[in-house]
């Protein structure tokens, strides 16, 4: 696609980078800017530069956070002897609007997918392990990771480094669909998945 502005070309070729975003609706999201006001754009610009200046992982969590720690782990009132295992923040926001769940949270940031080349050590595997050993009061793991072969093999992953640890290990309930991703899940069904866990032994028979 020629344009006839080199700088057009270059902010479609900067908005195309983005996933899911091909270079049509690239060119009609740039258009659209072209045409706001320039203090709606430098502002819309600022927000991506403030997210990458301000935005960190929470440092027992993984959650996005502003703070060093971020709001659940910080929350006194959440039961610290719970943790939610999920892929990323995505889930932790599918997990809450059930308000359901008044655990911790752990974000893996993946799950394991040796085709993607995607193995333990690229996920927050150890931080976990880590996490459920200190003294943190960790008795209960929920995990809550999709229903693919891949969230399978994670799952499966963490009841072998946690073996004979004494924690107890479930999985969501799955109302959910194979392969369907958590966030796509209904709160409702989710939110019931969660209270209606099962012991992850009795789900590896199953699936
Ligand atoms: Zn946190």
Same mark, same amino acid.
Do not use: W
């Given at each position: 696609?020629?344009?006839?502005?080199?700088?057009?070309?270059?902010?479609?070729?900067?908005?195309?980078?983005?996933?899911?975003?091909?270079?049509?609706?690239?060119?009609?999201? $740039?258009?659209?800017?072209?045409? @706001?006001? /320039?203090?709606? $754009?430098?502002?819309?610009? !600022?927000?991506? &530069?403030?997210?990458?200046?301000?935005?960190?992982?929470?440092?027992?969590?993984? !959650?996005?956070?502003?703070?060093?720690?971020? +709001?659940?782990?910080?929350?006194?009132? @959440?039961?610290?002897?719970?943790?939610?295992?999920?892929?990323?923040?995505?889930?932790?926001?599918?997990?809450?609007?059930?308000?359901?769940? %008044?655990?911790?949270?752990?974000?893996?940031?993946?799950?394991? +997918?040796?085709?993607?080349?995607?193995?333990?050590?690229?996920?927050?595997?150890?931080?976990? %392990?880590?996490?459920?050993?200190?003294?943190?009061?960790?008795?209960?793991?929920?995990?809550?990771?999709?229903?693919?072969?891949?969230?399978?093999?994670? !799952?499966?992953?963490?009841?072998?480094?946690?073996?004979?640890?004494?924690?107890?290990? +479930?999985?969501?309930? @799955?109302? $959910?669909?194979?392969?369907?991703?958590?966030?796509?899940?209904?709160? &409702?069904?989710?939110?019931?998945?969660?209270?209606?866990?099962?012991?992850? /032994?009795?789900?590896?028979?199953? +699936?």
């Amino acid at each position: 696609m020629q344009h006839s502005s080199k700088y057009i070309e270059a902010a479609v070729e900067q908005m195309a980078s983005l996933p899911g975003i091909g270079r049509k609706t690239a060119l009609r999201l $740039v258009l659209s800017l072209v045409k @706001r006001d /320039e203090s709606k $754009v430098q502002r819309f610009a !600022n927000s991506f &530069i403030d997210l990458k200046q301000h935005i960190h992982f929470c440092h027992t969590c993984y !959650n996005l956070s502003d703070q060093e720690l971020c +709001s659940i782990c910080t929350d006194e009132g @959440r039961d610290a002897a719970v943790i939610c295992v999920v892929e990323d923040i995505r889930d932790v926001m599918a997990i809450e609007s059930t308000q359901q769940y %008044k655990g911790r949270y752990h974000e893996l940031g993946g799950r394991i +997918s040796p085709m993607d080349g995607i193995g333990p050590s690229e996920l927050k595997l150890d931080a976990l %392990k880590e996490r459920v050993l200190s003294d943190e009061g960790i008795t209960e793991l929920i995990l809550a990771l999709s229903a693919t072969m891949e969230g399978d093999t994670t !799952n499966f992953y963490i009841s072998r480094i946690l073996e004979g640890r004494g924690i107890k290990l +479930s999985t969501i309930a @799955r109302g $959910v669909g194979v392969g369907t991703e958590l966030e796509y899940a209904d709160e &409702i069904t989710l939110g019931r998945s969660i209270l209606d866990r099962t012991p992850f /032994e009795v789900s590896l028979g199953r +699936s």
